[in-house]
């Protein structure tokens, strides 16, 4: 089980979280506008990288707030956890 | 072989002993026709298909550890066609024909168990669909019943349908043909026949690269240095965005870990196999005694080999709810594979945008059970050049199309 540390209440076991896949994928700001192909990857298509992924969480057991993390889906290791709306942080 | 006859053997005493050497590990030789990415399941028995049905034996199978350790020998080795859309029924219940004439294929004892399979029902919706997937599994020529709860206690006396408990068993859907197989026994009998055909096994040869010159696929670069090739065939399973990456090809995968786990060795008390969408379990009685249950995946992205113990805890209390039985078991191994899961529970096999680049992904929590059709389907695929029919409806772009085959219902946690 992940030890996941909430930006607002500290780390907390994964149990205590939901999880909401890959951030900073945008709603598209036409959606009419799009092709086949590019509504079938904004709905389709995400990254899965052996390695560093910043993914959503929602603390759903805690104080119910939405975070994004960095976390290395090779180890499992979270690098940083941050808050909606901020840029995602450069891991050395 | 029934229940009934199983019940009188001392449990494992018919397993058999296999020769010392069922294949040679090759050394990569400079080129092959086809190189099929991946020593799991399917990867094996798209070897063996492409060698005995299509003649094409100067074929490599790449495997980056030792060959069907990775999902092949981490799965449940459940076997089935009861899927709800035709699309699925096809490509399974080609499977499933494939799986019981396979001993005799192969040449080699699989220790096929056709016990069948209880999908059960724990709500007036879960009733309505499972009906309604009986219905469509008969249009379809696959076999299916709809049992009342005093017919599943019948088919499997150790479920609980006691009315009291907090979901209780309102009936299921019965697939009789449908069963277990010694999942390793299989990878052996295909690498074993594939071999025999003239197929090399490269073993601890992990693909770090794929060339592609003018929109083709020509080789790939390994850690046992490159290998050219006239076709590649992917079949790297959890690893399937990895590997297509390297040729700049997307998938609308994302991989989890999904565990199983195994009770000691216990005397025989389960006929069949039984699964619950709805309580979140699957369980079998393998051949030597051990309960093999299977769970969910894990929520988050990984491609650790290793899941969180709370999964483990919530299936262990599913499996205590169907079966008060097993109260005093104890769990004697847990493990994890890597499954790529897709957005409508459908596996993609088929082409890419890469000439000459075949992927076979996709398959989720469920792709043991297809092993003997997706390899015959991946094989036609790959020495024509064009879909089998089968696989058609799989191919990566219904998610531009929209026309998805969504089998959430007949898949869901227990594929």
């Not at chain 2, 590649?232 to 995968?253: E, M």
């Not at chain 2, 890419?352 to 792709?367: A, I, K, Q, R, S």
């Amino acid at each position: 089980m992940l030890l996941i540390p909430c930006p607002w209440c500290g780390p907390r076991d994964e149990a205590e979280f939901h999880y909401g896949g890959q951030a900073h994928v945008a709603y598209p700001e036409d959606p009419a506008a799009l092709s086949d192909e590019e509504w079938a990857r904004y709905l389709f298509f995400r990254d899965n990288p052996k390695g560093l992924f910043a993914e959503r969480w929602s603390h759903t057991a805690g104080c119910r707030r939405w975070f994004n993390a960095v976390r290395d889906t090779a180890t499992n290791e979270i690098h940083a956890v941050y808050r909606a709306g901020e840029p995602r942080p450069v891991i050395a | 072989m029934s229940p009934e006859t199983q019940g009188r053997r001392t449990p494992g005493a018919d397993l058999p002993d296999h020769p010392d050497r069922l294949w040679r590990s090759a050394e990569p030789k400079r080129a092959y026709d086809v190189v099929i990415v991946g020593g799991g399941g399917h990867g094996l028995a798209t070897a063996y298909y492409l060698a005995k049905n299509h003649g094409i034996t100067n074929v490599a199978v790449l495997e980056r550890g030792w060959l069907a350790g990775g999902n092949m020998a981490r799965n449940t080795t459940i076997i089935r066609s009861n899927y709800l859309w035709d699309e699925s029924a096809g490509i399974y219940e080609h499977a499933l024909k494939l799986w019981e004439g396979l001993e005799e294929d192969l040449g080699y004892p699989l220790l096929f168990s056709q016990r069948g399979v209880l999908n059960l029902a724990h709500s007036l919706q879960d009733v309505r669909d499972s009906v309604r997937r009986v219905n469509a599994n008969r249009l379809n020529g696959v076999d299916a019943e709809w049992l009342t709860p005093e017919q599943v206690k019948e088919v499997c006396p150790i479920v609980d349908i006691s009315p009291g408990v907090r979901y209780p068993v309102l009936g299921g859907t019965y697939q009789p043909r449908a069963g277990i197989a010694k999942h390793d026994y299989v990878a052996w009998g295909y690498a074993k026949a594939a071999a025999d055909l003239g197929v090399d096994m490269i073993e601890h040869c992990e693909v770090t690269g794929l060339d592609v010159r003018d929109g083709r696929v020509t080789g790939v670069q390994t850690t046992r240095g490159p290998i050219a090739a006239g076709k590649v065939a992917l079949a790297a399973a959890g690893h399937s965005s990895v590997v297509a990456g390297y040729a700049g090809v997307s998938l609308p995968l994302q991989s989890h870990p999904l565990q199983a786990l195994v009770s000691e060795l216990l005397e025989p008390v389960h006929p069949t196999v039984v699964m619950s969408n709805a309580v979140h379990v699957y369980v079998s009685q393998a051949h030597k005694g051990e309960l093999v249950m299977g769970a969910g995946i894990d929520a988050a992205n990984s491609y650790r080999q290793r899941g969180a113990f709370h999964i483990i805890e919530r299936q262990m209390s599913a499996a205590l709810e169907l079966f008060p039985v097993f109260a005093r078991a104890h769990v004697l191994r847990t493990w994890g594979g890597v499954v790529d899961v897709t957005p409508d529970a459908s596996p993609v096999v088929g082409l890419t945008p890469v000439e000459d680049l075949y992927v076979n992904c996709g398959w989720g929590t469920g792709g043991f059970k297809a092993t003997p059709g997706v390899g015959w389907c991946y094989a036609h695929t790959v020495a024509t050049g064009e879909p089998h029919p089968l696989n058609a409806p799989f191919s990566l772009d219904r998610f531009t199309t929209g026309k998805l085959v969504d089998e959430h219902g007949a898949a869901a946690v227990a594929h």
